[in-house]
């Protein structure tokens, strides 16, 4: 059993957009009998944490988030993570002390909703949010629900047990377009998620694998991954190549996970629009990135007339990140090759947040991580 530290803590809080710094707060106490106190490993920002530390994410969260603003109240993000629980409440009875663990998502389920009731906790209608709601993995403690922490098997380093969850939402993706043994399948963008999705879709029994970024170092990975043919969308005409590669007549599947805000190297909505020009008729388009706000263009017309269905995929549950985390432990499929940054000290979270952002600057695929 691991000592728990007991006074202050470093973590990393939010101000106001832009405004953020490394306090010492105190260690947080384990005062409910089904909560668990984790000390964090490693830790990494996600572009949607990058985002909302700048006020550039419009999320679910915003209203809670100006509260917090107006009261002065700061906010400790981090939802990425790796960590061990050194402390438990008397009625855990899933997890015990030493188990690594990490979070399904950015927020919890509340339990008693009509939704968490039928079973359908993602979908909660009074969810709490971590760095509004609740204190964040910016920390070197954090303390977390037992229902709200998912124990990972041995295999996974520590770090590629940190950058799960971003991986978990792409099983959701895959089942969505009802991949079938051979269909040809277009991956557009190849962050973290295009390339979660490359390698289930490999699982689920794809043939032609495409994958198409505007970075040579993602690209790499990709055909690392298993990637039959990899575009260069920097200097090629992704929707020309993509109707030669299939005889003309398009893709079964294509996902968008390139599309999202420009400021962080991502589509807006450009993706999306050729995702409908390189799919067959018949064929399926899945928005697997979160799309920038604002109203996206489609050709209705083609639509209809080629009768493409268009899906967004259900949010991700628990067991997509044990199934993810198996995958790994396995190795059937791989989260190393894309961590290309990982700093030491929790003061280095500023740095990583950069990098984060400006991935194409830096080189970097995965977000930057932080050893704590």
């Given amino acids: 059993m691991m000592k728990v530290k007991r006074g202050t803590m470093k973590a990393w809080r939010m101000y106001g957009f832009g405004e953020h710094r490394l306090d010492e707060v105190p260690v947080p106490e384990v005062n409910d009998d089904r909560a668990v106190l984790i000390k964090i490993k490693v830790v990494q920002p996600s572009i949607t944490d990058a985002e909302v530390l700048k006020g550039d994410a419009v999320r679910e969260a915003s209203k809670g988030m100006a509260k917090c603003l107006a009261e002065g109240k700061p906010m400790q993000f981090g939802h990425e993570y790796c960590g061990e629980v050194v402390q438990a409440g008397n009625g855990v009875t899933s997890l015990q002390l030493g188990d690594r663990v990490c979070s399904p998502s950015g927020k919890l389920h509340c339990g008693s909703c009509s939704m968490c009731l039928s079973g359908r906790n993602p979908e909660c209608l009074t969810p709490r949010y971590y760095g509004v709601d609740i204190p964040g993995a910016f920390a070197e403690y954090m303390c977390l629900p037992e229902w709200g922490v998912v124990k990972v098997p041995n295999g996974p380093t520590d770090n590629e047990v940190a950058a799960l969850q971003a991986i978990d939402s792409c099983i ?9 043994m051979g269909d040809t399948v277009v991956v557009l963008g190849q962050g973290p998620v295009g390339l979660g999705i490359l390698q289930i879709a490999k699982l689920a029994g794809a043939g032609l694998l495409v994958a198409v970024a505007r970075r040579p170092e993602n690209l ?3 055909r690392k991954y298993g990637a039959n043919v990899t575009i260069n969308a920097r200097d090629t005409n992704v929707v020309g190549e993509v109707k030669r590669l299939t005889g003309g007549s398009g893709a079964d599947v294509v996902f968008d996970a390139a599309g999202g805000s420009p400021k962080y190297g991502l589509s807006g909505f450009d993706t999306v629009q050729q995702a ?17 706000p604002g109203a996206v263009e489609l050709d209705s017309v083609l639509m209809r007339r080629n009768q493409i269905a268009y899906k967004n995929p259900r949010r991700s549950r628990i067991a997509d990140l044990q199934l993810v985390a198996f995958w790994v432990a396995c190795g059937r499929i791989q989260i190393g090759p894309q961590i290309t940054h ?5 003061e280095k979270l500023g740095e990583a947040i950069e990098i984060t952002e400006n991935k194409a600057k830096h080189h970097a695929v995965n977000p930057a991580q932080v050893v704590v």
């Fill in 276 to 292: 409908f020009q390189m799919v067959r008729p018949e064929g399926r388009v899945i928005q697997s990135a979160n799309l920038p």
């Fill in 342 to 346: 990982v700093l030491h000290g929790l």
């Fill in 172 to 180: 959701a993706s895959v089942q969505a377009a009802e991949v079938k």
């Fill in 220 to 222: 790499e990975i990709s």
